[in-house]
């Protein structure tokens, strides 16, 4: 994946973005202290090149309702590309599994699934083998909170290295 270079309001853009979420263009341009118009072209060009690509709110479910996470290991069987392909679009038609990692090492994907209970958990898991999409073996950690859940820093990470 090609590299996008941004300068310093290309990442107060993203920074605005990142922690208020949608803005409007007069908001946008305050917290960026840039003009509207240029702003905007500029926030128009990020999000043309993929940069950004959506927008979520940081709910607490915990207040809504009964919400268990369940951090959950996997290793397949094979690990021909049909077979990788096979889990992950699987894993994608799985309203629960809120977040999927491929991972290299020891497991081959780390998932986060959100569910109501034990029980709905273990039926999402049943669904994975039912469809037989060649788990091997998988290893479950049942979070009992949350220590810390932020955004990454993006001025940090497109600072140039030495």
């Known amino acids: 994946m090609a590299k996008f270079a941004l ?10 973005l990142q922690q208020h979420g949608q803005l409007s263009k007069g908001r946008l341009s305050e917290l960026v202290n840039l003009s509207p118009t240029p702003c905007w072209a500029r926030f128009n060009r990020l ?4 940069l950004v690509r959506g927008y979520r709110a940081d709910i607490d479910f915990g207040r809504i309702g009964n919400a268990m996470t369940v951090v ?3 290793s397949l069987k094979h ?15 799985e309203p629960a599994i809120t977040e999927c990692l491929a991972t290299g090492g020891g497991m081959d994907y780390v998932l986060k699934i959100v569910t109501s209970s034990l ?7 049943d669904g994975l083998f039912e469809e037989d999409d060649g788990i091997d073996r998988y290893m479950t950690y049942i979070a009992t ?3 810390k859940s932020a955004v ?6 497109a600072a140039p290295k030495d």
């Open 7 to 16: 300068d310093a309001a290309d990442i107060r853009i993203l920074c605005a």
């Open 47 to 50: 999000k043309k090149a993929g």
């Open 72 to 74: 959950v290991t996997v």
């Open 79 to 93: 690990h021909r590309k049909a077979d990788f392909d096979s889990f992950e679009r699987r894993v994608r038609q």
């Open 119 to 125: 029980s709905s958990f273990q039926q999402v898991m």
């Open 145 to 147: 909170r949350e220590v």
């Open 152 to 157: 990454p820093d993006i001025a940090g990470l």
